[in-house]
């Protein structure tokens, strides 16, 4: 009887060793077929065309070198005391892996101190090198290793329909790198700014506050302008402005290593038909531009030029208005003899005016 018992039990514990042997076969057996049929992380290359586009390659290129800048100055608080305030933030682009950054004016203008933070969460105090106002562009310093560069392209071949990328941080630092996505709508989009005339790039790609200063890319993700204004009127959507970057490109090089950019000027004051109209003056200006007031010494004083007199063409060219004179007068350098056509108590006068550069205080 103790030997059939001491049998069974041998049985049972053998049953329940094998049991537990096949419990945990089975175990393995499905934990196999669950890591099996765990689908893997798709790479780059997996990606279908549909997915990993020009866009997507275009800011993989670029996004790295989209920094954000925050504009720092001194302002008193209520009690009088002087405090280090934040005044805004902005974008910019590293171009150069000495740590040069192209931005907007408008985004350092007045700063006392300048922050640049790096999409890899590295943050630097940066120095202006140089800013222009004409031209709403400034380059920034920083002193980093192993900087991301974006690449300059060639804005002159743009196409209007092409893919537009803008990459910057709209809104603040908290919605750093986006991207927004749309086509060059025109080129060579004539915008007055008070008495100037810029030739900027069109694009629907979304531009919001704090993308100034930003890159508007093309689908090889090269550079092709810096983005800068962006119509805000109430019921007009999808209307953003970027500078060219070739005509970005001289001007960032000047302010990188001459701190401001060498400008002609003549010298005068001027009043065309448009303004006389304003003001109620019943003037005939015969097609040309009035001259309110001629600086002494300036280049056009030096040339014979006089209060009263009226400029009929310059350079080779008929100008009617005052943006239209300082538009061939933007096209000219330093240094440059231009003929101007002058009427004086009804007669014409050639005369040659040799170019200077502005004096600091008529710079902006």
């Known amino acids: ?117 790096l999409p890899d969460g590295r943050t630097v105090k940066g120095k202006v090198l140089g800013a222009d106002a004409v031209t709403d562009l400034a380059v920034v310093k920083i002193n980093l290793d192993n900087l991301p560069v974006a690449e300059f392209g060639d804005s002159d071949t743009l196409q209007v329909g092409e893919p537009a990328i803008a990459i910057g941080n709209p809104l603040g630092m908290e919605f750093r790198g986006s991207v927004t996505a749309g086509v060059i709508s025109a080129l060579n989009r004539s915008i007055e700014i008070g008495e100037r005339k810029f030739n900027l790039i069109q694009t629907d790609a979304a531009i919001n506050p704090g993308n100034s200063g930003g890159a508007l890319v093309n689908a090889d993700g090269e550079v092709v302008g810096i983005n800068s204004a962006k119509i805000a009127v109430s019921g007009v959507e999808g209307i953003g402005f970027a500078i060219p970057v070739n005509t970005a490109k001289p001007i960032l090089d000047e302010l990188a290593h001459k701190g401001r950019v060498a400008r002609p000027y003549l010298g005068a004051s001027l009043m065309d038909q448009d303004i006389a109209n304003r003001y109620g003056f019943e003037m005939n200006l015969h097609g040309g531009i009035f001259l309110v007031k001629v600086v002494q010494g300036s280049p ?46 009804g007669q014409i006068e050639n005369v040659t005016v040799v170019l200077e550069e502005v004096p600091r205080e008529y710079a902006n």
């Open 1 to 117: 009887m103790k030997g059939i018992w001491k049998k069974s039990a041998n049985i049972f514990v053998c049953g329940l060793l094998g049991a537990a042997i096949l419990v945990a076969g089975c175990g393995d057996s499905k934990t196999s077929a669950a890591v099996k049929e765990k689908p893997a992380v798709k790479t780059e290359q997996q990606l279908s065309a549909a997915r990993n586009t020009p866009i997507v390659a275009a800011a993989k290129k670029v996004g790295p070198a989209v920094v954000g800048i925050t504009n720092k100055a001194y302002v008193r608080d209520f009690f009088n005391r002087v405090q280090l305030t934040e005044r805004g933030t902005g974008s910019g682009v590293i171009y150069d892996k000495a740590g040069y950054i192209a931005t907007n004016n408008h985004v350092v203008e007045g700063a006392s101190e300048i922050i640049v933070s």
């Open 300 to 345: 056009a004083a030096k040339a014979g030029i006089r209060a009263g007199d009226i400029i009929l063409s310059f350079n080779g060219s008929k100008v009617k208005s005052a943006v239209e004179l300082r538009t061939k007068l933007s096209e000219c350098k330093v240094g440059d003899s231009v003929e101007v056509q002058i009427m004086r108590n």
